[in-house]
C-alpha cells in the first residue's frame, strides 16, 4: 500500500482557540480509515485542516508525498479530496441536478463518477432531481452532499459524521452505499461519534482526545477490546 | 392632479418612469448582485457609473463620425469600468472581506471620495453634455405619445439586459456556480471552485454594468461632478424596497421607485422625492428584507 495523505505533527487553532495539538496519522490508498472520539474532540478540525479550509498553524500536511500544508480548499479539492461535511451544506435554493452540477464544474475531474453513476447509486436523488435542495429530508440531504462530492471524482473522501441526526433505518441504507463505495475502491476517512457506523467500515482507527491522538490501530481491535472502547470513547 | 385623467398624459409619465426604472435597474442590479455573491454593501458603485459618463464623453468628443463613435464610446466606457473595477477588487477589496461590515461600509466610502476627486481633476468640474445620437435624435408616435427613439433603444437595451442577466444566472453552469456561491462560498470552495477568481469576475461585470448605464444616460442628463452619489441614493432605494440580492427585486424595485418619480411629481410636486423615502421606510418597517428579498439567516 502506498500512501496518499499523511498530516505530520498538526496544530490547528480557530483564531486563539486552539483545537489540535499535534495530531498525526496517515491514510493508505484503498484503505477506510476511521476517525474516533467524543464531541468536540477535533475531528472536524482535522478534516477541515487537510482541506485547508482552517489550514493548520504548525505541522506539515502530505498529499502524495507532496506537502500541500496552507493550499487553498479548491486546490485540495482539484487535487483529488472530497469533503462531505458534518453539516451537509447543501445549497439550498439549487436543485439536486443543480447542486449536483456546480459540484461537477467545480472540481473538473471527469471520472466514472458521473451524475448518471450518482444517480444509480442513490437512485432517490434521481426523483427528486429537479427539487430545491433545501425541502429534502435529512437522509435526502446526506445522500446528496454525498453525491455532490462524488462528482468530483475524488481519490479521497472525507465523511464527517455522515449518520448523525438520521433515523436507524437510513442509517442501515447509507452504511450499505459507503461500503459500496469503499469496495470500489475508495480510499475514505470517517469521523464518528458512534462505534457502530465506523467499525463497520474501517480497516483502521485512529481516536482522538481533547486534539490529540490517544489511540491507533486496527479496527479489530477497538471492536473486540471493550475495556480500551470504554476507555477512550464512554461519554 | 387633473392631469391624471388625460391618458396621454398618464402614457407620457409611464414612459418617463420607464427610462429612469431601466437606468436604475441597470446600477442597482449591479449593486444588488455584488451584495449577494460578494456579501459587500459597495458604495463606489455609483461612481463607476460616473466614470462610464466621463469616458463616453470623452470618448465621443475624440472619435469622428458622430453616431457611430457614440456607441463605440458606449462600449469602450462599459469595458474600461470593467477593467477598473476588477482593478479595484483585486487590489483593494479583497482586504476587507473579512473585516466588520462598518469597516467595509467606510472603506468603500473612501473610494468614491478618491474617485471623484480624481474625476475632477480628470474631467474639470463643468457640467459635459452629450446629444443624441444619429438618427436617434427623434421620436416616434406610439398610441398618441411621442416616444423619443433613444428611449426606446435604451428600453430595448434595458429588457435585453434583464433577459441575458436572467438566462445567464439560471440556464447555465457558471450562473449555477454564482449562484451557490451567494449561499455558501466556502462549500462551493472546498467543492473546487476558485472562490476569489468569481469574485473578479462578479465585480468587473456588476462594473461593466455600471459603465454601461454611465456612459447611456450621457445623452439624457448632463455628466456633472455629483452624479455619482445622486445615483448611488437612488439605487440604494431600489435594492432596499425590492430587496438586496435579488434580481427580481431589483427590477421591481426599480420600476416602483421610477414610477413613484414620475407620478410623484404630479400628485405632490414638491413631495416627489419624499414619497420615494416613505415607500422606502414603509417596505423597512413591513418586510426589512424588501420585497422579494429573502432574510439574511
Known amino acids: ?235 | 392632479m387633473l392631469e391624471l385623467l388625460d391618458s396621454g398624459f398618464v402614457l407620457g409619465q409611464l414612459r418617463s418612469g420607464v427610462t429612469t426604472a431601466i437606468f436604475l435597474f441597470l446600477i442597482a442590479s449591479g449593486l444588488s448582485l455584488i451584495f449577494g455573491v460578494l456579501r459587500i454593501i459597495n458604495f463606489a458603485h455609483g461612481s463607476l457609473y460616473m466614470i462610464g459618463a466621463y469616458i463616453a464623453w470623452d470618448t465621443t468628443a475624440r472619435l469622428p463620425g458622430y453616431g457611430v463613435s457614440f456607441w463605440a464610446s458606449v462600449l469602450v466606457a462599459a469595458c474600461v469600468v470593467a477593467v477598473l473595477g476588477a482593478v479595484v477588487e483585486r487590489c483593494l477589496l479583497r482586504f476587507v472581506y473579512r473585516r466588520e461590515e462598518h469597516y467595509q461600509l467606510l472603506f468603500t466610502y473612501a473610494l468614491v471620495l478618491i474617485f471623484s476627486d480624481a474625476a475632477k481633476i480628470l474631467w474639470g468640474t463643468e457640467a459635459h453634455s452629450v446629444s443624441r445620437p444619429h438618427g436617434l435624435a427623434g421620436s416616434v408616435e406610439l398610441g398618441g405619445v411621442r416616444f423619443p427613439t433613444y428611449e426606446l433603444v435604451i428600453l430595448a437595451i434595458g429588457s435585453m439586459v434583464v433577459i441575458v442577466l436572467w438566462l445567464s444566472l439560471n440556464r447555465t453552469g457558471y450562473g449555477r456556480i454564482i449562484r451557490a456561491a451567494a449561499l455558501d462560498r466556502e462549500m462551493l470552495g472546498a467543492l473546487g471552485t476558485d472562490v476569489s477568481s468569481l469574485y473578479t469576475t462578479m465585480f468587473m461585470a456588476a462594473s461593466f454594468l455600471a459603465g454601461l448605464s454611465g456612459a447611456l444616460i450621457t445623452p439624457i442628463r448632463s455628466v456633472v461632478p455629483g452624479m455619482d452619489v445622486e445615483i448611488i441614493v437612488d439605487a440604494f432605494i431600489v435594492v432596499v424596497i425590492g430587496g438586496l440580492g435579488s434580481l427580481w427585486g431589483t427590477l421591481l424595485g426599480s420600476l416602483v421607485y421610477g414610477m413613484v418619480l414620475a407620478f410623484g411629481i404630479v400628485i405632490f410636486p414638491r413631495f416627489s422625492i419624499f414619497a420615494a423615502f416613505a415607500l422606502m421606510a414603509l417596505v423597512l418597517i413591513i418586510r426589512p428584507w424588501g420585497l422579494l428579498g429573502r432574510p439574511i439567516r
Open chain 1, 1 to 235: 500500500m502506498t500512501g496518499l495523505l499523511e498530516l505530520d505533527d498538526i496544530h490547528t487553532a480557530y483564531g486563539t482557540s486552539l483545537v489540535l495539538f499535534g495530531v498525526s496519522l496517515e491514510i493508505c490508498r484503498g484503505e477506510c480509515v476511521c476517525l474516533l472520539g467524543r464531541n468536540g474532540v477535533g475531528k472536524t478540525t482535522t478534516m477541515r485542516s487537510i482541506m485547508g479550509l482552517t489550514p493548520p498553524y504548525k505541522g506539515r500536511v502530505r498529499w502524495k508525498g507532496e506537502d500541500v500544508t496552507g493550499s487553498h480548499p479548491h486546490r485540495m479539492a482539484r487535487r483529488g479530496i472530497g469533503f462531505v461535511p458534518e453539516d451537509r451544506r447543501i445549497f439550498s435554493e439549487l436543485s439536486v441536478w443543480e447542486n449536483l452540477d456546480v459540484a461537477q464544474r467545480s472540481a473538473k475531474r471527469p471520472g466514472p463518477w458521473t451524475i448518471e453513476a450518482v444517480y444509480a447509486l442513490f437512485p432517490k436523488l434521481r426523483e427528486l432531481s429537479k427539487r430545491p435542495g433545501g425541502v429534502l429530508s435529512g437522509g435526502e440531504q446526506q445522500m446528496l452532499t454525498i453525491a455532490r462530492t462524488l462528482v468530483g471524482n475524488p481519490e479521497l473522501l472525507l465523511l464527517d459524521e455522515p449518520s448523525e441526526g438520521l433515523a436507524p433505518v437510513v442509517v442501515e441504507s447509507l452504511l450499505a452505499q459507503v461500503k459500496r463505495l469503499k469496495a470500489e475502491g475508495l480510499t475514505i476517512l470517517l469521523a464518528e461519534q458512534g462505534l457502530d457506523f465506523s467499525l463497520a467500515l474501517a480497516d483502521r482507527a485512529y481516536v482522538l482526545q481533547k486534539g490529540s491522538v490517544r489511540f491507533s490501530g486496527p479496527a479489530g481491535e477497538l471492536r473486540e477490546n471493550v475495556e480500551l472502547r470504554d476507555n477512550l470513547l464512554a461519554l
